[in-house]
């Protein structure tokens, strides 16, 4: 059952921006679970490189996209945010968001609410 829906993916040269949005299914509230951002390129398996807590907004980042990446969330529209600066072809992957059991990244919580997912292409 989808809860989550994310926007914003598409083709985008090296060094590039994009900035997706994780957004809630009508009667789907953010505001009690932490948010995680996870990816899988062709081939590979999906990994989690980014996390929010909804207890304090604490953050969290591999150290892959540190620095370049920024996650945020906005509970009044609902929404939780990733900036992604000085993007790499390497960064090419299905991008996803999902919704944890629990407020907080630390340990990382089951994640049971997914959304489709979202292409982000970095090509010249």
């Known amino acids: 059952q989808v809860r989550l829906a994310e926007s914003g993916g598409g083709l985008v040269q090296p060094g590039g921006s994009l900035r997706l949005s994780c957004t809630a299914a009508?009667?789907?509230?953010?505001?009690?679970?932490?948010i995680g951002w996870f990816r899988q390129a062709p081939g590979r398996d999906r990994e989690g490189f980014s996390c929010?807590?909804?207890?304090?907004?604490?953050?969290y980042y591999q150290d892959s996209v540190k620095g370049r990446f920024t996650i945020s969330r906005d509970n009044a529209k609902n929404t939780v945010y990733l900036q992604m600066n000085s993007l790499k072809p390497e960064d090419t992957a299905v991008y996803s968001c999902?919704?944890?059991?629990?407020?907080?990244?630390?340990?990382?919580?089951?994640?049971?609410?997914w959304g489709q997912g979202t292409q982000v292409t970095v090509s010249s």
């Open positions: 999902a919704a944890g059991h629990g407020s907080s990244c630390h340990p990382p919580p089951v994640f049971g609410f």
């Open positions: 009508s009667g789907f509230t953010l505001d009690n679970y932490a």
């Open positions: 929010i807590s909804s207890s304090d907004g604490s953050t």
